[in-house]
């Protein structure tokens, strides 16, 4: 049982790039979700999923999109790649109480 | 979600109780409190949750009043691994979609 897996770890894009943020989970839950860390400060919500094929948005969605087509998988899909999308990236899989946390991708935009 | 007050630092000796205070005077009659810590650039990990009862688990104990206006999370005897910034969380109805603020940063000495 891996829990939740992330990759990259690590990721160094220039500005205007494209790229995909994996995430898989193992546990079988409906509900998954995104976030985004900035130095100093707690986590913000981009895109949640409450099962395949249904997708929204957080607080913070601009600049990102998602898709859910397993109970699996959720990535995250970074358009056009922007400065202020430097952060440490984390996924989340959860049942009706508890959320499971990913290791994170510490991604940087030069 | 209910707002959430929480003092920004404590400090506790190693071997000594951590009393961790949290402040969520909005809070409805159906809402749950959850508490999540976050060590250093790992990603958050649940540790208890409760609704009016006080909640006791391996890891900590959840005491909340009996207004529900504020709680205490309690690690009877800290350790140097419980240093991390732990976060008191009201997420309305489930706890699958969470707020997190900036948090308290425990520091356990030795």
């Known amino acids: 049982n891996a829990g939740v897996t992330q990759t990259p770890k690590f990721q160094v894009l220039k500005t205007g790039q494209s790229m995909t943020l994996q995430c898989a989970q193992d546990m079988n839950h409906e509900y998954m979700s995104w976030y985004r860390q900035d130095p100093g400060m707690g986590l913000r919500l981009i895109h949640y999923?409450?099962?395949?094929?249904?997708?929204d948005q957080g607080e913070v969605p601009n600049g990102y999109n998602v898709s859910r087509s397993t109970t699996e998988d959720f990535p995250l899909r970074l358009l056009s790649a922007a400065p202020s999308q430097t952060s440490v990236y984390f996924c989340?899989?959860?049942?009706?109480?508890?959320?499971?946390f990913g290791p994170g991708t510490r991604l940087t935009v030069t | 979600d209910a707002k959430t007050t929480q003092p920004p630092s404590m400090d506790c000796a190693e071997g000594r109780a951590a009393n961790l205070p949290c402040n969520h005077s909005?809070?409805?009659?159906?809402?749950?409190v959850y508490w999540y810590r976050q060590i250093h650039s790992q990603g958050p990990q649940y540790i208890i949750h409760?609704?009016?009862n006080n909640e006791t688990n391996e890891m900590a104990s959840l005491i909340i009043t009996e207004d529900r206006k504020s709680s205490t999370l309690i690690l009877p005897h800290a350790t140097l691994r419980d240093t991390a910034v732990y976060y008191c969380?009201?997420?309305?109805?489930?706890?699958?979609?969470?707020?997190f603020g900036e948090g308290t940063q425990l520091t356990v000495n030795p």
């Open positions: 989340a899989s959860s049942n009706l109480y508890e959320q499971y």
């Open positions: 969380i009201v997420p309305g109805t489930s706890g699958s979609r969470l707020t």
């Open positions: 409760g609704l009016k």
């Open positions: 909005t809070i409805s009659g159906n809402e749950y």
């Open positions: 999923s409450v099962g395949a094929g249904i997708t």
